[in-house]
């Protein structure tokens, strides 16, 4: 049998069909369909696998019925017809050259053409040998910038964490809050929607004297390259090679502009449409009537929805997801905050991989105003972690029952584990230690990259264990670069729902597992979400904010959050 694609796998070939249409001068429509495709597939909460099997591709946004055959075919025999085809015509290795700045469909295929350059390494040895410079078209100025873009691209890496991206950002925009003549400005972009992964980072500010403002922020201390410096846009480059624009636009454009540039992009286009079906067009700037007349100028991003019939709609859920719809119904989710949430339940110590005592974190969940926290210490066959056996176990239930004595009732201090599902399938403890523990999370960390049946399996296991109340980051990803577990998530959530097993926002900007896509579709089903902090230390804590920000993209509302929930019914949810 071939070899089974995921949904990732499908997406990355879509895209360089895209890209290979491009280079070989197809019509834009064309190109941006596979472009499109890609982007929802890779999205896309649930397996196209399962989609096949009920006969849905074709629902899938963007999906036709000439796309639904390629991903049939895809699914099927792992190889696509079409995809061969055009490898005949354009080499897979032209595709990445395209990455280079300044080297379009046209330039790639002359070099090629010219001179059978078919990846980035041959270009630059072509430009530094000097071959570059003779070919119709080009010359040794435009060779040299193709060196220099291709040095760029190598310093430049993807897309950083929220959490990095997010720590740069406050600390590009303190500064220039304090300036005279600054009213107002706020971070912007996929930062201020709270995406896991950030391209790069987008800053405005309300001001009638941009000249001074921008000044100050091309010399921030942390600016390693100014990239371009403007009345009303400023872009620099940043030590790890993250870029940051600004813009500074008049206080009575700001609620406009913050609204575009907060994005999506997919947002906006809805928000454009909107309009136009209002008789006005809309833009960074301004709505103007399309008949002509004086602008309609927003001070604040209330404003504009309000121009356009709508309620103003919380970043997190700016993606084009359904939400503007409901906006529009009056029915936007009243989406969970940080002021919810009264428990933390998942969390580390001394005991294994933690920097502090139970005492220690149980003091710092009391001064962050938590009312309960579960401490969830590695098992036993997490050596690394110094993972806990039965003997350590049931020493540390003393301390945590004397913790708890001392915090009540401010705080109430619960015994958890976080246990392993271990590679084999078998869980690290027996029923018997199991039943006496307050809470037990279970989570994959070993074997992730088994085969779907197999890794789907184990943590099968673990969610019908009677025993096991949550589950800890079910997919496995880190961010930036490893990629979450092969499993059935559909069978996963499934079983989730039957046996009423919590599933995990593990809210570290590490991992942000579930994800926003999978945490909706789980809530969805019924099934209940907690987003733990999972922390290691004091700073820990800090991550909920990223976990919060995942939930409210998920939609989330308080009360699908067992976090939210009373110490009572809490409780009550465990002894079911
Ligand atoms: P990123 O930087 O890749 O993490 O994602 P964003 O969303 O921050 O994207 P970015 O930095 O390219 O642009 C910031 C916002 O500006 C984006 O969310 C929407 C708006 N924007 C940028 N380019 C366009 C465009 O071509 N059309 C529309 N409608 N909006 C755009
Ligand atoms: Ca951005
Ligand atoms: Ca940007
Ligand atoms: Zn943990």
Redesign the pocket.
């Known amino acids: 049998m071939a070899q089974t694609l995921n949904n990732r796998q499908i997406a990355d070939v879509f895209d360089t069909i895209a890209d290979m249409l491009q280079l070989k001068g197809e019509i834009i429509h064309r190109i941006l369909a596979y472009r499109r495709v890609a982007e929802t597939i890779r999205e896309l909460p649930r397996d196209l696998r399962a989609l096949a099997a009920e006969d849905k591709l074709n629902e899938i946004d963007g999906v036709g019925k000439v796309l639904a055959e390629k991903i049939s075919e895809l699914l099927e025999t792992g190889e696509l017809r079409f995809y061969h085809e055009l490898a005949q015509e354009i080499p897979p290795g032209l595709v990445e050259v395209l990455r280079v700045n300044g080297v379009g469909p046209k330039k790639a295929m002359l070099f090629y053409k010219e001179l059978g350059i078919a990846s980035i390494p041959a270009l630059e040895a072509a430009a530094q040998a000097g071959k570059l410079r003779n070919l119709s078209g080009m010359g040794s100025k435009s060779e040299a910038k193709i060196l220099e873009s291709i040095t760029a691209l190598a310093r430049r890496t993807n897309?950083v964490r929220l959490d990095t991206?997010w720590a740069a950002a406050e600390k590009l925009l303190r500064p220039l809050l304090q300036l005279p003549g600054v009213i107002q400005g706020d971070i912007?972009?996929?930062?201020r929607?709270g995406?896991s992964?950030?391209?790069?980072?987008?800053l405005l500010i309300a001001s009638y004297q941009p000249l001074p403002i921008m000044e100050a922020f091309v010399h921030h201390p942390d600016v390693t390259r100014i990239l371009g410096q403007g009345e009303t846009k400023s872009s620099v480059e940043l030590e790890n090679g993250l870029q940051c624009?600004l813009r500074v636009v008049p206080p009575e454009r700001y609620g406009t502009a913050l609204s575009?540039?907060?994005?999506?992009?997919d947002?906006?286009?809805r928000l454009?449409e909107r309009a136009r079906d209002r008789g006005l067009s809309l833009n960074?700037w301004a709505f103007t009537p399309l008949e002509g007349g004086a602008e309609v100028l927003c001070a604040s991003e209330p404003e504009v929805y309000a121009q356009l019939g709508l309620p103003w709609i919380p970043p997190e859920l700016r993606e084009d997801r359904g939400e503007i719809d409901l906006a529009a119904q009056g029915i936007l989710p009243r989406l969970i905050e940080i002021k919810d949430i009264r428990a933390d339940l998942h969390m580390h110590t001394t005991w294994s991989d933690g920097k502090l005592s139970v005492r220690d974190m149980a003091w710092i969940a009391r001064e962050r105003g938590l009312s309960y926290i579960v401490i969830s210490d590695h098992s036993q066959s997490l050596g690394v972690a110094n993972g806990l056996s039965v003997e350590r176990l049931r020493a540390q239930r003393e301390e945590i029952r004397a913790v708890d004595a001392e915090f009540a009732p401010s705080l109430r201090v619960f015994q958890g584990v976080e246990m392993e599902i271990r590679a084999d399938g078998s869980l690290d403890y027996g029923d018997d230690v199991l039943e006496w523990l307050d809470v037990v999370i279970a989570s994959l960390h070993s074997g992730l990259r088994q085969p779907r049946e197999q890794v789907t399996a184990r943590l099968l296991n673990a969610i019908r264990n009677p025993h096991v109340d949550i589950i800890g980051h079910p997919r496995g990803q880190m961010i930036p670069d490893r990629e979450p577990a092969d499993l059935d998530m559909d069978a996963v959530f499934g079983a989730a729902r039957e046996h009423d097993t919590a599933l995990e926002i593990n809210a570290s900007p590490y991992r942000l597992d579930l994800d926003d896509a999978h945490a909706r579709r789980a809530a969805e089903m019924g099934i209940k979400i907690a987003v733990n902090t999972d922390s290691h230390n004091g700073d820990g804590f800090t991550a909920l904010r990223y976990g919060i920000m995942t939930a409210r993209r998920a939609g989330l509302r308080p009360e699908e959050v067992i976090n939210t929930w009373s110490v009572e019914s809490f409780l009550a949810w465990l002894r079911q």
């Not at 575009?260 to 992009?265: A, D, H, I, M």
């Open positions: 897309r991206a912007a972009g996929s930062v929607r995406k992964t950030i391209g790069d980072i987008d624009d575009y540039f907060t994005g999506s992009k947002h906006n286009t454009r960074e």
